[in-house]
């Protein structure tokens, strides 16, 4: 059975300190892991996919299939990255419909 | 104005009645997908529709409906069998292929008194 698991509820940083945001993962087969983000009063948006090795606004994540695991790190973090994140994986090729871990949320200290 | 229209979004009903929460969209999706969110659960599967008159049960269905008679719309049925109704209701679409790219709705609280 797939699994996403987020072991952090709450994470607080001050602004300019690295950030990262754990994301771990259960699936038998070859994932394909997200990142969603909700800023306050916002819907629920897609941050990032792992596919696509990309950086959006500062944020990185890289798949390790060993550790199972795919962490958000952002090396300077700002005050308008406090939101809340989850990880999400999809097992099928062809289908979108995802599976999300708990969700993080994550605040930025002036 | 585009995207994921969902109403109402606050609702209220007595224990015991089926309630419809409506999703519209206008972007020209093929894909529809309803989820909950409850506190320290993150988000669950209830139901996905991948075209029109088509959709499959996702990892919560029980005491849930929905239906797909229009490519904008997919509402969601509560139905008196969920025995734990609730929750915030998010609704969400996506295009053609597979992206994992999916656009949410604001989303709708039902609160069952």
């Known amino acids: 059975a797939q699994r996403v698991t987020q072991p952090e509820k709450l994470l607080s940083v001050f602004k300019g300190a690295p950030v990262e945001l754990k994301c771990n993962y259960s699936?038998?087969?070859?994932?394909?892991l997200f990142w969603y983000v909700q800023y306050s009063r916002q819907r629920l948006q897609l941050l990032l996919r792992h596919i696509s090795r990309e950086s959006i606004k500062g944020f990185t994540a890289d798949l390790n299939k060993g550790e199972t695991s795919f962490h958000l790190k952002k090396p300077f973090a700002q005050e308008e990255d406090s939101a809340m994140y989850y990880c999400a994986l999809s097992g099928k090729t062809g289908a979108n419909n995802l599976f999300f871990g708990t969700g993080t949320r994550l605040t930025v200290i002036p | 104005d585009g995207g994921i229209t969902q109403s109402p979004k606050y609702l209220f009903r007595k224990e015991g009645q089926n309630v419809t929460l409506s999703c519209e969209q206008n972007l020209n999706h093929d894909a529809m997908y309803w989820y909950r969110q409850d506190p320290g659960q993150g988000l669950r599967l209830i139901y996905y529709?991948?075209?029109?008159?088509?959709?499959q049960k996702g990892d919560i269905a029980e005491g849930y409906s929905v239906s797909r008679e229009k490519k904008e719309s997919f509402p969601l049925t509560v139905t008196s069998a969920q025995k734990n109704p609730t929750a915030f209701y998010l609704c969400?679409?996506?295009?053609?292929?597979?992206?994992?790219?999916?656009?949410f709705g604001e989303g709708s609280r039902l609160t069952v008194l």
């Open positions: 529709s991948q075209i029109v008159n088509d959709f």
């Open positions: 969400a679409s996506s295009g053609s292929g597979y992206t994992g790219e999916l656009f």
């Open positions: 699936y038998s087969g070859s994932p394909e």
